[in-house]
């Protein structure tokens, strides 16, 4: 498996992982007015967005070399 395939598995894992984790974390937040578990909630939500830039990221960086770019996209 080549590294841009691998780096996407691990962007929608992180993706999906994060999203777990801020429904989870938010659900008992709020049933048990937990400030710190809310607070925590939200930090998944910073993660996904971190995850989401992996998987921008790496899309760009995988594409082929181009006129503009002759040595490929990989430095993005
Ligand atoms: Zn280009």
Known sequence: M???KTTKIAGIF???GNVFLLVIKGFVG???NSQAMIAD???SASDIFASLMTFI???IASKPE??????????I
């Open 2 to 4: 080549d590294r841009y």
């Open 14 to 16: 992180g993706i999906i």
């Open 30 to 32: 709020f049933i048990s």
């Open 41 to 43: 909630s939200v930090n």
């Open 57 to 59: 990221g790496n899309k």
């Open 66 to 75: 181009d006129e503009d770019h002759n040595f490929g996209h990989r430095k």
